[in-house]
Each structure stands twice: as structure tokens, then as C-alpha cells.
Nanobody, 127 residues
Framework: EVQLVESGGGLVQTGGSLRLSCAASGFTLDYYAIGWFRQAPGKEREGVSCLHSRDGSIVHTDSVRGRFTISSDNARNTVYLQMNSLKPEDTAVYYC????????????????????WGQGTQVTVSS
């Protein structure tokens, strides 16, 4: 059974940092793209970052590029989202998601391409 469990959310001040973790089970990261998404109250779910660890593809949305880093530890079957220089507009529930995807096909920030989702973790950035 495919499962994704996010952790690491919390309350942080503007300019602070958090590291989110997405622990995967039931599959190996080599054959999946992993995406981080976020949804703020009243807004649509937004694709933040994604990676395919086997082919090295990484994509970030413009608003987080240079501040967020996505990485994976395949031995731990875990994907991380390091978030630095956080802003109040980063406040949202953050979800990780998985999509089976062959190496060489990169990753996507489109939510409908992902079939497996975690339960989400709240990130709140105070001003």
C-alpha cells in the first residue's frame, strides 16, 4: 500500500526556516516523481516543487525559487523540502504527492498528475 506521511510543519516568523519531510512507503522513489503542493485558505492547490530522484529532475515554482530546496534520501525513502527566508504568503497546508513516472520523464507541478497524497502539514509564517 502506497503511503505518504508529511512532517515538519509549524509556526515560524518571517525570514525563518522549516524543513518538511515526506516519508514514503509501499514504493521506491526511483520510479516515482514526488511533488510538494500547498493550499492556503480560499485558494487553489499550488504546485511548489517536484523532483524525480532517478533522473535528477527538479522544478520549482517562481515564487519559491532560490528560497526552497527539494531533495531526496532514497535510502530512507524520504523527500525533503527545505524552506528558507519564509514569508507570510508561504502560509498554507503543505502536501506531498507521488506519481509513477519513468526515469527521463522528469516531474510535474500539476496536481492532477499525482495519484497518491499525504495528509498535509500546516506551515504558518507570522509577520
Amino acid at each position: 500500500e502506497v503511503q505518504l506521511v508529511e512532517s515538519g510543519g509549524g509556526l515560524v516568523q518571517t525570514g525563518g526556516s522549516l524543513r518538511l519531510s515526506c516519508a514514503a512507503s509501499g514504493f521506491t522513489l526511483d520510479y516515482y516523481a514526488i511533488g510538494w503542493f500547498r493550499q492556503a485558505p480560499g485558494k487553489e492547490r499550488e504546485g511548489v516543487s517536484c523532483l524525480h530522484s532517478r533522473d535528477g529532475s527538479i522544478v520549482h515554482t517562481d515564487s519559491v525559487r532560490g528560497r526552497f530546496t527539494i531533495s531526496s534520501d532514497n535510502a530512507r525513502n524520504t523527500v525533503y523540502l527545505q524552506m528558507n527566508s519564509l514569508k507570510p504568503e508561504d502560509t498554507a497546508v503543505y502536501y506531498c504527492a507521488a506519481a509513477r513516472r519513468a526515469s527521463g520523464h522528469g516531474c510535474s507541478r500539476l496536481a492532477h498528475e499525482y495519484g497518491y497524497w499525504g495528509q498535509g502539514t500546516q506551515v504558518t509564517v507570522s509577520s
